[in-house]
């Protein structure tokens, strides 16, 4: 099993920055695809980032692509999401999800098979 330890969220303001960290524990993350989601409310949780294990590939939905920034540290077994030019619209839950060993980073939550609890990210004045 993985656990998955989100942390990092906080009250912004517009323009400012966030970097989010996942931890895992239980099992190494370092060949599992690794993906960050979002829950605004009352909306549907939507993809945001992903990155491969495989290579340097890395995913972002157009919402945020040259905003946000997700990388990895396989050593310390964790998974970051650098947030820059927050915007109101980016205030939400944020989730860090793992996939089965070996598979593909995807924009798709099915393909994930482990999901933190989440952390509040809220952008206002």
């Known amino acids: 099993q993985v656990q998955l330890v989100e942390s990092g969220g906080a009250l912004v303001q517009p323009g400012g920055s966030l970097r989010l960290s996942c931890t895992a524990s239980?099992?190494?993350?370092?060949?599992?695809?690794m993906g960050w989601f979002r829950q605004a409310p009352g909306k549907e949780r939507e993809f945001v980032a992903a990155?491969?294990?495989?290579?340097?590939?890395?995913y972002d939905a157009r919402s945020v692509k040259g905003r946000f920034t997700i990388s990895r540290d396989n050593a310390k077994n964790t998974v970051y999401l650098q947030m820059n030019s927050l915007k109101p619209e980016d205030t939400a839950v944020y989730y860090c999800?793992?996939?089965?060993?070996?598979?593909?980073?995807?924009?798709?939550?099915?393909?994930?098979?482990?999901w933190g609890q989440g952390t509040q990210v809220t952008v206002s004045s």
């Open positions: 999800a793992a996939t089965k060993i070996g598979a593909r980073a995807s924009e798709w939550q099915g393909g994930y098979d482990y």
């Open positions: 990155i491969s294990w495989s290579d340097p590939s890395t």
């Open positions: 239980g099992r190494t993350v370092s060949n599992r695809a």
